[in-house]
């Protein structure tokens, strides 16, 4: 259970508590997965940028790269 707390970012008291409550305890990121959701996030905010570039270019061109900003977002969501 010890480990679980440290994981989770809570005291082995509080984690007992909330357990006990029956509420959410989620684990927190570690450094490597803040530092990947940081990257992703700045993929989509490039990509987002390109596919503003090709708007009025090449529309299909934007909507690919609009749709695989979409799913790196959708995908961000996911680990928060």
């Given at each position: 259970m010890?480990?679980?707390?440290?994981?989770s970012?809570?005291?082995?008291?509080?984690?007992?508590?909330r357990?006990?409550?029956?509420?959410?305890?989620?684990?927190?990121?570690?450094?490597?997965?803040?530092?990947?959701?940081?990257?992703?996030?700045?993929?989509?905010?490039?990509?987002?940028?390109?596919?503003n570039?090709?708007?009025?270019?090449?529309?299909?061109?934007?909507?690919?790269?609009?749709?695989?900003?979409?799913?790196i977002?959708?995908?961000?969501?996911?680990?928060?």
């Open positions: 010890l480990i679980k707390a440290k994981k970012g809570l005291t082995l008291s509080e984690y007992c508590r357990s006990a409550f029956g509420l959410d305890i989620t684990e927190r990121l570690s450094d490597d997965q803040i530092a990947i959701y940081k990257t992703l996030l700045q993929f989509h905010n490039n990509f987002k940028w390109i596919g570039m090709f708007r009025k270019k090449d529309p299909h061109l934007a909507s690919a790269v609009y749709k695989l900003a979409k799913e977002k959708s995908h961000l969501q996911k680990i928060t």
